[in-house]
C-alpha cells in the first residue's frame, strides 16, 4: 500500500555493489570499473532516479529573493486572498532561504503600478510574482524583467507578447461565457439588461474584465439572444455618481430585467436593488467576497461565479520557488476552475487547499 | 513574512534560562525552582507551546492498523476516486508506522458487506474507515466497533445512531435539492419526468439516494412544482432490462421534458437519449465518471453535481491516523463542496487537492 523511496543502499543491492560505489557514479568520482559504471547508470535510468535536489537546495548559501506585485486592497477584496495564498506559499517554503516580500500598487493608478515595478526591478530579485496592469504598460516592464534575466510568472490575468515561467488564473473569457449561459437559461424573460463595469476615470479596462465581456457578449450572439443592452461605468470611491447610476437605469428604466457585474463588486448592485425593493432582476457576479456573498444567501445575486485565489497565487508562489531552486519547469497555462456558487451551495463551498 | 517555528532555545531566551532548564519543566523532572517553574510554564502558555508530538509518533514502535472498507468497483466508478484518496492519504503517512489496507464489499449484496465487516473487526484495526451501507445493517457492525473500541470515520454518507470520530461527504439532502434548482430553474417546461434508481432485486436503497431523492422532491414542493414523476429502478448488470424501461418511459410517454439519476449511472440515460436520437430531454446526473463528463461535454447531461471523493477519503484518513497518533480530534461533521459542472466549466474542473 504504501510506497517507498528508493534509497542508494537500494540501488546498491540491485547493481549488486557497495553503497559507496554508487556514491562514486553519481558524483563522477573515480575509482569505479568503466564496466560498473555503465550497470549502475543503466539501473538508475530504469528506476529513473535524480539526486535529492531538495537537500541541495536545503543546504544551499544562497538566499533567494522574490518579490509579489499585486493591487492595494480593502479587507474582505478579493485580493486578500490572493495574499493568503501568497503567505501560505511562503510559510511552506520557511525551510529553504526564500525572502518573499510584497509590494503594492493602486490598480486604479497606472502611475502607481509604474512606480511600484520600477522599484521591485530595481532591487533585482530573483523571480517576481505579477498581477498584470493593462497589457501595454505591462509589457514595458516584462521587457525590462526578460533583459533582467528576472523570472516571472502571471497570475490573475495575462498579458499577451510576454515570456512569463508561468500563469495561473481563470480562463477569462470562459468565465463571461458561463455568466450569459447561467443568465440566459434561467427560467425568466430578459427584454433589456444592464453591464457594469468599474473604473478610474480616464483610465483602459483591466484585461481580465474585457475578456470576461467579451466571452458574455459571445455566448449572446452564438444563441442568438435579442435585447437592448445599457452599459454603465462605476467609479471607485465615488457613491453619489454610482447611485445615481443605478437610480436611472433601475428607477427609471423599468424594462431591465437583469445585470452583471465583471468585476468583484457585484454586491454594489445587489445592495441597491435591496435598499430600493426591487425584485425580479436577475443579477450575475464575481468572486467570493463577504458581501457578494451575504447578496447571493439573501438570493439579490442569483450566481457568483469565483476562480480560486488562494490557489492561484499559492501555486504561483510554489512554481516560481521550484524553478529558482530546483530548475523544474511548471507548465505554462494554469487555469484554475471555474466554481459556480448559488443559495443552495454556498454554505458547503471552500476556496482553499485542502492539506497543509 | 514567513513564520518561524518556535524551539527550545527561543523559550529559553524569553525567559532567561537555559535550554536545559525549559526540558527539565516540560517533562517535569525536578531541579528547577517553583518560580522559574512558573515563569517557563506562564511562557509556554502565551506562545501556545505544545511538545512536538509528530517526534514522539516518529520515535514510537508500535505500528498503528487502519482498514479501509469501501464498495468493490470497476475502472472509472465513483469509488475509485474514493480509493485514489486513501492512497494519497497512506503516501503521506509513510514515516509513520502506519499500516493501511483496503477491504471490498459488494455494495447491491448486504451479505458480502456483512462478511467484510466480520472480517475487518474481527482484525481488530485501531481505526477503520467506512462507506456506510444501510442503516440497520451498518449499527449493527459500528455497535460491535464501539464496544471493541475501534475507532471509524465515515465517508461518503452516514447513518443515524452512530458514533463516528467523523464524518466526510457531501451533504446528501441538499445535493438533491440543487439538482431540483438546476433542472427546474431551466428555460423549459416540464410537464413530466423521471426520477431513476439502481439497486439489486430485494434490496434497500442506499441511505444517500434516499436522501438526495428527499431533497429533490423538497424543493419541488417548496417551490409547488407540478407534473407527474415516473419512478424506474435500474438493475446493475441487466442491461436488457434498463434498455426496456428506458424504451417505455422515453418512446411511448413523449410528455417526458426532464430525468434525473441520483447514483453515477446517469450516463446510462444519457447515452440512450443519444443512441434514440432523443432531443430536448433535461437531465441532471451526479459525479465526475468519465462517461458522465463525455455526456455533459456533448450536452445531453445538462449538469453534474459532484462531491470531491478523493477530498473525502483523503481527509478522512488524515483525521483518522491524526487522532490515533496524536489524539487529535477533527470536526464530527465535514461536508465537502457541492461542486456544479456544465457543459462551459467542466474543463477547468479538478477535483484533486492542489498541494502535495
Known sequence: MIEKKIKIKDIA?????????IDRVLHNRGNVSL?????VRKILKE??????L??????SKKVLSILAVIPQYKPGDY???????????ALELSNFKVNIRILYFDQYAVDSFCEIMEEAIASKPDGLLLAPSINSITKKYTQKMDSADIKYIFIDSQIEDANPLAYFGQHSFQSGYLGAKLLFAQNIEIKEMAIFSFYHEGQETNNQISLRMKGFLSYRENKNIRGKIHRASFLEDDKERNEKIMKTLFLEKTKLGAAVI??????????????????????????????????????????????????????AIKALSDFLLFKKKANKINYVPID??????????NSMFCCG
Not at 47 to 52: D, E, F, G, Q, V
Not at 54 to 59: M, N, T
Not at 264 to 284: D, P, Q, T, W
Not at 299 to 307: D, V
Request: aromatic content about 10%.
Open 13 to 21: 543491492s540491485l547493481a549488486g555493489v557497495s553503497a559507496g560505489t
Open 35 to 39: 564496466e560498473t559504471q555503465d550497470k
Open 47 to 52: 528506476i529513473n532516479y535524480s539526486p535529492n
Open 54 to 59: 531538495y537537500a541541495s537546495a536545503l543546504a
Open 79 to 89: 485580493w486578500e486572498k490572493i495574499e493568503v495564498g501568497i503567505r501560505q506559499g
Open 262 to 315: 465583471f468585476t468583484s463588486r457585484a454586491y454594489i448592485v445587489a445592495e441597491f436593488l435591496e435598499k430600493h425593493n426591487i425584485k425580479g432582476i436577475a443579477l450575475i457576479g464575481y468572486d467570493m467576497l463577504e458581501k457578494n456573498i451575504a447578496c447571493l444567501k439573501r438570493g439579490t445575486i442569483s450566481h457568483l461565479i469565483a476562480q480560486r485565489p488562494e490557489e492561484q497565487s499559492y501555486k
Open 340 to 349: 459556480i456558487l448559488m443559495q443552495e451551495n454556498i454554505d458547503f463551498y
